[in-house]
């Protein structure tokens, strides 16, 4: 990741604000173009994890890199957050992910991301005696664009559901929803989700409906917890008929947004496996999500425990 401005922005054709995919020349190509940058360690599900661990969670981690440098890199950081990683490496090509970040001055990230190894995580992958020690399986839908992680999280949900474990699911961008809806609104319907994550433009992709409470109306009976984030508008949950709302947590200055999400759902997670209030659990996904977005990069840096103290009345 590195800072840009909003010409370089458009110079490079980027969309700003977004996620695109990229394949590997094209992110070679704007690797190239990039000012000087910060290699570090991301991943959507991975950085939720990361902010988990460091809130003291014991997690486990369930993804694919490639025998190579970035993937040596990336597992020995979620290894030394404490989270354990034990899928087996992929040889030959592509090589591991990555996502080439542009951060421009009003803290927005611009993100063009390389699937690489990930998206052929195999479902014989899984570990699904790990998943069924979870209290809850949490899954992005940013793989679920590809079929053979697709394919994965299928089994995994089956392998949760059969231990009587929760299954919580990001919506990650519009443009997944875009791709796979259906799937999602099928997974719904079924029943499978348990925890369902979304921001306000990704609630309006899935449900149709472009006035925020009318989104939440949509999807309010359909799922047992709906967790809503809109940026510096706070966050709102609905679960078992019973809503909740909180503010944005204080920034000082933003600096990136990449990984506000993500954060945000370490936080909340972290209190829904305590069985902490609706609102609480909210209020811890807000200061995590506010600390991460103080700094570059979508891993926390600042001491999560003791930023939620507070809350925990500790």
Sequence with gaps: MAPAHDDDISRLDLAKGG???VDEPRAHDLYAAMGPAREISGGSAANTLAGMAALGSPCAFIGQVADDQLGEVFAHDIRAAGIAFATPVRSGQPTTARCLIFVTPDGQRTMNTFLGASQFLPAEAL???VIADAKVLYLEGYLWDPEEPRRAMRRAIAAARAAGRKVAFTL???FVIARHGDDFRALIAAGELDILFANEHELAALTGCEDFHDGIAALADKIPTLVVTRSDKGAHAVSGGEHAHVAAAPVAQVVDTTGAGDLFAAGFLYGHVRDLPLETCL??????AAEVISHYGARPEADLRA???PLLGE
Excluded: I
Aim: net charge negative; proline share 0%.
């Design 19 to 21: 996620m695109t995919l």
């Design 127 to 129: 570990d699904e005696s």
């Design 172 to 174: 990650s961008d519009a």
């Design 283 to 288: 209020s811890l996904g807000a200061v995590c």
């Design 307 to 309: 930023l939620v103290a």
